[in-house]
């Protein structure tokens, strides 16, 4: 079975760009999250999409948004790039079904930089 | 304050000798799971084993185990016979509110391991 995937693996843009990731889940799963993992941390939450609907938002401004498609895929887009931009997304599905256990499962992530 | 410490930042392992990773963790919700995943210098995030906050038993997944002290806030993840491929960063995270909307896991700064031959 696939695991989640994610387009493109790498992107160079500059400042004051837009960028658009996108990421497919595991068939079967109706969840998508975003993180955004700068280089020597941990990843960070932005965004979760469960049936199309926006479920969570982490603590980034407005320029990042993000929507989820009938067939569960999902893109981020990010506005007006700045060099703090500059990270690796990533991209987890899940059945977020409500069950105790509902394991996220990342996709191989987008590198990211803004020159 | 860090929802997630992780107070090791790097660490070596012999080959075939086991490692602990220490992971403590801050929360006032009595609902709540804690995850580790693996993190190859690829950069995909693996699930390596989950342990839910009713859970009366440590959780394991084959050469994994969670060393769970609730009342201590502590979830240490124990890796038995290190391999080679067992080189790369760890992560603990956590979620709180288990029956609550959304999903967002809170991760730690991660352990990285360098398995020596």
């Known amino acids: 079975d696939a695991g989640v995937t994610q387009s493109p693996t790498h992107l160079i843009k500059t400042r004051g760009q837009q960028v658009t990731l996108r990421c497919s889940p595991i068939?079967?799963?109706?969840?998508v999250s975003w993180y955004q993992q700068v280089l020597g941390q941990g990843p960070q939450f932005i965004f979760q999409?469960?049936?199309?609907?926006?479920?969570g938002r982490g603590n980034f401004p407005d320029r990042f948004s993000a929507r989820q498609f009938p067939n569960y895929s999902s893109e981020l887009n990010v506005n007006a790039l700045l060099l703090g931009d500059s990270a690796l997304y990533l991209c987890?599905?899940?059945?977020?079904?409500?069950?105790?256990?509902?394991?996220?499962?990342f996709g191989p992530g987008t590198r990211l930089t803004v020159l | 304050a860090q929802k997630i410490t992780q107070t090791q930042p790097g660490m070596f392992v012999q080959e075939k000798e086991a490692v602990t990773l220490d992971c403590t963790y801050d929360?006032?919700?009595?609902?709540?799971?804690l995850f580790w995943y693996k993190q190859p210098s690829s950069g995909e995030m693996i699930f390596l084993i989950y342990?839910?906050?009713?859970?009366?038993q440590n959780a394991t997944e084959g050469r994994y185990s969670l060393n769970f002290q609730k009342a201590r806030k502590s979830a240490n993840l124990v890796i038995s016979a290190s391999q080679l491929g067992d080189s790369a960063m760890y992560f603990c995270?956590?979620?709180?509110?288990?029956?609550?909307?959304?999903?967002?896991?809170?991760f730690g700064g991660g352990t990285r391991v360098l398995v020596k031959p």
């Open positions: 995270a956590m979620r709180e509110g288990v029956k609550a909307a959304g999903n967002k896991l809170t």
């Open positions: 929360t006032s919700d009595p609902s709540y799971g």
């Open positions: 987890a599905s899940s059945t977020h079904s409500g069950r105790a256990i509902d394991t996220q499962y």
């Open positions: 068939s079967g799963h109706k969840s």
């Open positions: 342990q839910g906050s009713y859970d009366q």
């Open positions: 999409y469960y049936e199309k609907e926006e479920r």
